[in-house]
């Protein structure tokens, strides 16, 4: 990887991060309609996670959040994107994969290892419903890094989590919440002092539906 060292060199080759106010750290977000293959398909479907997709509204369609994704997904596709990566995490302790889009190839999955095996003392939770692409990196690869959780979300509202020894997602509106129910719509919104989303330990968090 290039050697960056600043951030100001950094942005050139991956963009701005996202800064959720929910969250306790960055995350990256690129466009989800068009970096989400699984999610594209599920969207169409009526009472799938993503026919309410939440990064294809409201203040994700501002014509300034669009052009900052579209940006950050051709960055991706740069040869230094994965080095300014690891400049732009820097030291801090938590990081979110994925505020809007998702894995829209194996290859930009090999470069997120890579950015999360070079920030060992970041704590990275990836969201996703590109399942094939884990599958994949797990058979060829072996475990993912340590610092990494990645959960495996539901297809549908009031759906069973998938199948599988890595943890899950899910999300609930009508039934009762399956495992740990995200309590962060008790908090104006905001994860505050919990970080039970980055704990691999858990095995499903059911978040509710808005």
Sequence with gaps: MK????????????????????????????????????????????????????????????????????????K????????????????????????SGDLYSYKYLLKIIQVIKATPGTNHWMPTHQHNFIKRYIRENGPLPANLTVRMGAAMIDGKPPITTLPTSSVHKENQPIGVECGAYKRNGECGSCRKCWNASIKNISYPQH
């Design 76 to 99: 991706t596709k740069g040869p230094h994107w994965a080095s300014a990566m690891v400049t732009m995490i820097g030291s801090d302790r938590y990081f979110r994969w994925h505020d």
């Design 3 to 74: 050697n960056i060292t600043t951030k100001k060199q950094a942005v050139q080759y991956s963009g701005t991060l996202s800064n959720p106010s929910k969250m306790p750290g960055k995350s990256w977000g690129i466009e989800a309609r068009a970096t989400c293959p699984a999610g594209a398909k599920l969207a169409k479907i009526p009472g799938s996670v993503c026919s309410k997709c939440y990064a294809a509204k409201g203040q994700y369609q501002f014509i300034n959040v669009k052009n900052a994704h579209n940006v950050r997904l051709e």
